[in-house]
């Protein structure tokens, strides 16, 4: 403690054009009056021209007291730091402090995106036309074959499984792998072309590409060992789907399964288990029972089959199937899990009884089976004969489909994408046509844009599902064909097989980029042309894109509720509350924001971690001039996050702007639009008026 003490208080950054008040408190800790002479100086870092300051002479500070003193200081627009030395002396004392307040840019980033999705059988160029934004870079991306994106999607089996579940869930992928590399060896071909050229990026995590067009570079999100993870998986698919690794690997697994089946049939969790449990038998029954409906057990049927009718007899005679409590539980517990589709005839009276009373249950209150379930028992009927039934069931079933033009055939009253595998597999068994199943595939196959393994923790199931029905698309022709205001494109480096390419487009001089893209006519693709620029950001206007949307509001205690900001002056020290309305059209992976801050403003959660906001969970990082979050799962719907700030230094501050974008698919973005807030004086406590 100094008998005479200055303590400025500054803000962390400023944004060129800020008016800020910044400020300084002098302390007198001496047992007598003393005048106090102190000031303010500031200057432009680097060429050390005075920007503004003051001197305030006799100052009178009672022994023990202090006084606040404060002065507007202007951000420069040509220098990237303030320096400041604010001083105080008195009575033969000195106290200062000097340092720099680095000053931003009061432009933001702007990253705005055309998204295009074209139809299969898609002949006609599908041309656009962007305003030629000036400043802006453009990019053009196109995947022209997105199936491929589906066989990178495959999960393998990079781990050793030890659960009964784990095991046959291992097995399932083995065996869909086998069943397509036998019907698509194009498959096998492409992959181990794309590893002898990994200059292609074919088997790069998405999460690593395009990094000129995101807002946050992979190395500034907590994702890089998933990206990672994410290449080596894909590298490792070519060991996947050799033919002769993949029929080891099945009879491995299958000597696991057996070992872990009981001698009544049951299933235990693991080899540490001692007894046979309800759950893991009814999953392994079930997964082998999909395996076996959707002919992917060639070679190794009679074995699963003997496994499946053991399993079976066991679970007929269980407690569990006895016991339940209602009809209805009865029914489903039935339906879902002796897994009736894969022509295994219950082979014990209570299995028989069960099966009759179940398919009686079905067709009798079919009205009540959700869309899912519909399909499953529209197989289960079939399975048993009831062939009019079935049908019954998947005309319902189509009841509730969607078609888009740009996106395929959807369900939006199914929320996990593995429902899509089974209504696939209902529709085809019942005569849908190639047309009708391949609008299906596409709105799956568009899902991996967004998300690396389909939203679903295992999405094997539904991979094999679109990949063994309708219209093969792996034997497409790449032959991209683009031209940019008339003239043909070249495209220089691209992925063989999908076609996928980004290309920074030329300057062009105009006010207009048209483009013209010819589909191979053949498969569903997208692309985007994604523009990338600096704007004031007060002047910026809120911009929503494909299937994103981001409302930012700044909202102060006024009379006991919540205020626009800014349309009121807020009070230095009052709290504000950062409300962001996020808007997802599709299930999104791997999705950041980034909101920009007013200078000034100070977090009031301080340390950056995991917080839930909205319905979300995520990780926010509070950086100086920015927050940021981290969402590893954004499903589709409307979540409102909020933050909330302390306003430290009064004056006029230029507010950035909130960008939303996916780290996977960066064409996928919005943002907020930018604004000025005002801070004046300090305002009384609980925001009375």
């Not at 589709?341 to 079905?362: D, M, N, Q, Y």
């Not at 800014?566 to 924001?593: C, F, N, P, Q, S």
């Amino acid at each position: 403690s100094k008998p005479v003490m200055v303590q400025p208080t500054v803000p962390r950054f400023m944004r060129q054009g800020d008016k800020v008040v910044m400020t300084a408190t002098v302390y007198n800790n001496s047992d007598e009056t003393l005048a106090i002479r102190a000031g303010f100086d500031f200057r432009k870092a680097g060429n050390n021209s005075a920007v503004g300051g003051e001197v305030f002479e006799g100052l009178e500070v009672k022994a023990g007291e202090s006084r606040t003193l404060s002065v507007e200081v202007e951000a420069p627009t040509d220098a990237a730091a303030l320096s400041y030395k604010i001083w105080a002396e008195g009575a033969g004392f000195t106290d200062g402090e000097q340092g720099l307040v680095p000053v931003l840019e009061a432009a933001s980033t702007v990253i705005e995106s055309e998204s295009f999705y074209l139809n299969p059988g898609s002949s006609e160029d599908y041309k656009f036309e962007v305003s030629n934004r000036a400043g802006f870079v453009y990019t053009l991306q196109y995947c022209q074959n997105p199936v491929w994106s589906l066989v990178k999607a495959l999960r393998g089996c990079n781990e050793e499984m030890k659960t009964s579940t784990g095991i046959v869930s291992s097995l399932f992928s083995t065996l869909a792998a086998l069943r397509i590399i036998s019907d698509n060896p194009s498959v096998a071909k492409a992959i181990e072309e794309w590893k002898a050229n990994p200059s292609e990026g074919a088997l790069t995590s998405m999460l690593a590409k395009n990094e000129e067009l995101k807002a946050l570079v992979l190395n500034n999100t907590p994702w890089v060992t998933m990206a990672e993870n994410e290449t080596a998986r894909m590298e490792a698919l070519a060991d996947f789907l050799d033919k002769d690794a993949a029929e080891k690997r099945a009879t491995e697994l299958l000597k696991k399964l057996r070992d872990l089946q009981d001698a009544t049939g049951g299933f235990r969790w693991a080899s540490w288990a001692t007894e046979p449990s309800y759950w893991p038998t009814e999953v392994t029954l079930t997964t082998l029972g999909i395996a076996r409906s959707m002919g992917l057990t060639q070679g190794h049927d009679k074995e699963i089959r003997g496994i499946a009718e053991k399993g079976l007899r066991w679970l007929d005679k269980s407690r569990y199937v006895r016991e339940s409590k209602t009809e209805t539980d009865l029914m489903f517990t039935y339906l879902h899990g002796l897994y009736l589709p894969a022509g295994i005839k219950p082979s014990t009276k209570e299995g028989e009884a069960l099966t009759e009373r179940t398919l009686a249950w079905v067709v009798k209150n079919r009205a009540k089976l959700d869309t899912v379930e519909k399909g499953y028992a529209s197989l289960a009927l079939r399975a048993f004969g009831k062939i009019q039934a079935a049908e019954a069931l998947a005309a319902s079933v189509k009841e509730f489909e969607v078609e888009s033009t740009e996106m395929g055939t959807s369900f939006p009253s199914v929320s996990d994408i593995r429902g899509y595998a089974t209504l696939i597999q209902a529709l085809k068994e019942n005569g849908a046509t190639n047309e009708e199943l391949d609008g299906m595939r596409q709105w799956v196959i568009l899902q991996t844009q967004a998300t690396d393994d389909l939203g679903a923790r295992n999405p094997d199931y539904v991979i094999a599902a679109v990949m063994l029905t309708g219209t093969v698309w792996t034997d497409a022709k790449v032959s991209n064909n683009v031209s940019l205001n008339g003239e043909a494109l070249t495209i220089e480096k691209e992925e063989s097989s999908s076609g996928y390419f980004s290309l920074q487009l030329p300057a062009v001089n105009g006010k207009v980029l048209r483009l013209s893209i010819r589909p191979n006519g053949e498969t569903p693709s997208y692309g985007s042309l994604t523009g990338i620029g600096k704007e004031p950001s007060a002047e910026i206007a809120a911009r929503e894109g494909k299937d994103l949307r981001v409302v930012k509001r700044m909202m102060v205690m006024r009379g006991g509720s919540w205020t626009d900001a800014t349309k009121t002056e807020i009070g230095l020290g009052e709290r504000v509350r950062v409300d962001l309305e996020i808007k997802a059209g599709r299930e999104m992976e791997y999705v950041t924001i980034t909101d920009e801050r007013p200078s000034g403003m100070e977090p009031v959660e301080q340390l950056s971690g995991w917080t839930s906001s909205g319905g979300l969970f995520f990780y926010r990082e509070n950086r100086d001039a920015s927050t940021r979050m981290f969402i590893d799962y954004l499903p589709k719907g409307t979540y409102h996050l909020s933050y909330e700030e302390t306003a430290g230094s009064a004056g006029i501050m230029t507010s950035g702007i909130c960008t939303v974008q996916s780290q996977l698919a960066p064409e996928l973005t919005a943002h907020s639009g930018g604004t000025r807030l005002s801070v004046g004086a300090r305002r009384e406590p609980h925001g009375a008026e």
